[in-house]
Structures are given as C-alpha cells and as structure tokens.
C-alpha cells in the first residue's frame, strides 16, 4: 500500500535494535543539541524538552532515512524571536525556545470552545514546526525535487507524517496545530508583504491541514465537517488532494528509506513524549 510506505517518517522515541545501513551507525550521522538559555522561561522548557527526550525522538524518525551528509537538530534561544528554521549552510533545524513558549502563551489554560485542550494546543505545534523544518532538511540533504513552493511541500509532508500516528493521537496533533494556524491566522492581515511571502497565510495552511486530514480517513476526521472547521465545498476533494499528495512524498522518498517491522513498531509507539 502507498500510504504505509510513509509510515517510517513518523516520530518515535524508543530505540530499536537490528542492523543499520551499511557503513553508517545508527543514528550517527544526526547529532542533538539542547542549547543552554539564559531566559527563565526559557530553561524551564529546555529542562522539560530534555526530560522528554524530544530531540532523541525526533532523531529516530531521521535515522530511518538514509542521510547522504550530517544533520543537526537544535533547540536554542534566538534573542527573543519566536521562529524556527532549516539552515543548509550547517545542516541544521532549528526551533527556537521562544516558539515553545509563544505557543504555551496561546494555549487555552483548560479546553478552548471548539475543545482543544491546553495539552494538545502545546503538543501539536512542536510536533508540526520540527517535521516541517526536518522536511526542509529532507528536500536539501536527498536533493528532492519541490514542484511549487517549498514551504507547501514541507506542511503537506509534516502533516502527511502526523497522519501516520494512530487515530487518536493523529486528531490529537492536528488539532493542536490547527488551533495555531487559527491564532496566527486572527492576528494576520492580507497586505502585500503577506501576500508576497514564500509562506501560504495561516488561514490557507488551516485549511489545508485539515483538508488532508479529511481526506486520509473521513470517519475519523468527521467533526472537522460537523463543527464547520473545514467547509463541505473543500471537503468534497480531500480524498484526491490526500491521495495525491500521499502518492508523490511515496516515489520521492521510497528509494531513501529502509522499511520492516520495527520501523512499523517505532511508529506505533510514536510521541511517547508527547502523552
């Protein structure tokens, strides 16, 4: 099945044992780095992320893939601006504390009106921003193409991994980074710098999100119609937009994966840290 074959992106923070590509130690060619704040607020969430194993997870996903050169996962204090990105000069992600706590900022303190939970309104958003800027990562290091832009492409395979989680925890991460794009999208106004920016406004990526979250398993992901989130005019083409999409990232990336079952089992266990 096409769909299973993007099981193996999917986070996960147990190690598992078996044999590694020829030539290369599992893991090694993928280095973590909890970079020391100085901020409060900052070490707070640098103490939990470490706790939580969350750079080691992510280093997991990674090591699935066969990586041609070194990558480098970061978290680090970025004098006040709440960002994340893929550099390719040093080959790293990085995601900014300031994000984390921008995020836990917005979160509802219990349950928003459209039921989102604080927790899933934190858990969503880190889980989404670290696989697009991994995605980035992927298209650079593999040499992928990206037919359109490439921020699209990194949101379609951050969210086409997400999908690959079990249900539950599926509509977990995605309501919560659904509720981002929303906050995000409040406070945007559709001017000219916005309109001309590489990135999609958040409304379209809202949508988007939740089309492809439609379109992979409309029962599960129903109450997305109920409640009005997605409107029916969209929803009627998810089923193809997901197809489509799910299709493409499978003949991209097949060749530079290995597969079996503990790939499977590293993805069923997926997002311990974020239970």
């Not at 280095?31 to 997991?60: C, D, F, H, N, W």
Request: net charge neutral.
């Amino acid at each position: 099945m096409i769909r299973a074959l993007l099981l193996v992106l999917a986070l996960a923070l147990v190690p598992c044992a078996g044999p590694a590509w020829p030539g290369i130690v599992h893991g090694s060619r993928i280095r973590v780095v909890y970079q020391t704040p100085k901020a409060p607020e900052a070490q707070a969430i640098y103490r939990e992320m470490r706790s939580r194993r969350l750079l080691e997870g992510l280093r997991e996903i990674v090591s699935v893939v066969r990586l041609p050169q070194a990558l480098t996962l970061r978290l680090a204090e970025c004098n006040g601006e709440a960002n994340a990105w893929y550099a390719p000069e040093t080959q790293s992600v990085t995601v900014c504390y300031e994000f984390i706590q921008d995020v836990r900022e917005r979160a509802p303190t219990d349950t928003s009106p459209a039921g989102v939970t604080r927790h899933e309104a934190i858990v969503g958003p880190v889980a989404q921003v670290f696989l697009h800027e991994t995605g980035h990562a992927l298209f650079h290091l593999l040499d992928v193409p990206v037919l359109g832009r490439e921020e699209d492409a990194a949101d379609q395979l951050a969210t086409l991994i997400l999908l690959r989680l079990k249900p539950a925890q599926a509509r977990q991460i995605i309501n919560g980074s659904a509720f981002l794009f929303a906050s995000y999208g409040a406070e945007e106004k559709p001017e000219k710098e916005g309109l001309a920016d590489a990135h999609g406004l958040f409304q379209q990526r809202l949508y988007n999100l939740l089309c492809l979250a439609y379109g992979s398993d409309e029962r599960a992901f129903r109450y997305l119609i109920d409640r009005g989130d997605l409107p029916k005019e969209r929803a009627e083409n998810c089923g193809a937009e997901y197809d489509q999409a799910a299709l493409a990232m499978d003949r991209l990336f097949r060749r530079h994966l290995r597969w079996g079952q503990i790939e499977r089992e590293r993805v069923r266990r997926g997002f311990r840290w974020a239970r």
